[in-house]
């Protein structure tokens, strides 16, 4: 069993930066590859952001692309989310999530099996 605890988000206005932190229980931490999703009000949860077990590999959604870093620290068991340049329409509950070990993609929900209670991000315009 795995838990996860997200930290980080706020209000801000656009233009503006936040960085989100999950911080995971369990000692194979950098054995998982780690994903940051988002879900508005009224909307499907959606892939922003994920990253390798190393942390050697990241992959981004375009929406995303240029203005968002996914890090981690394994001896912390913490991946992070700088957000940067935000905007109104990235304005969601961020929640961060474990990926199946015999998972073959990083972009889908059904690809996570633990996730944390999520935190809110408002950015006003």
């Known amino acids: 069993q795995v838990q996860l605890v997200e930290s980080g988000g706020g209000l801000v206005q656009a233009g503006g930066s936040l960085r989100l932190s999950c911080a995971a229980s369990g000692r194979t931490f950098s054995v998982y590859a780690m994903g940051w999703f988002r879900q508005a009000p009224g909307k499907e949860r959606e892939f922003v952001a994920a990253?390798?077990?190393?942390?050697?590999?990241?992959y981004y959604a375009d929406s995303v692309k240029g203005r968002f870093t996914i890090s981690r620290d394994n001896a912390k068991n913490t991946v992070y989310l700088q957000m940067n340049s935000l905007k109104p329409e990235d304005t969601a509950v961020y929640y961060c999530?474990?990926?199946?070990?015999?998972?073959?993609?990083?972009?889908?929900?059904?690809?996570?099996?633990?996730w944390g209670q999520g935190t809110q991000v408002t950015v006003s315009s």
């Open positions: 999530a474990v990926r199946r070990l015999n998972s073959g993609s990083y972009y889908y929900v059904k690809e996570y099996n633990y």
């Open positions: 990253i390798s077990g190393s942390g050697g590999s990241t």
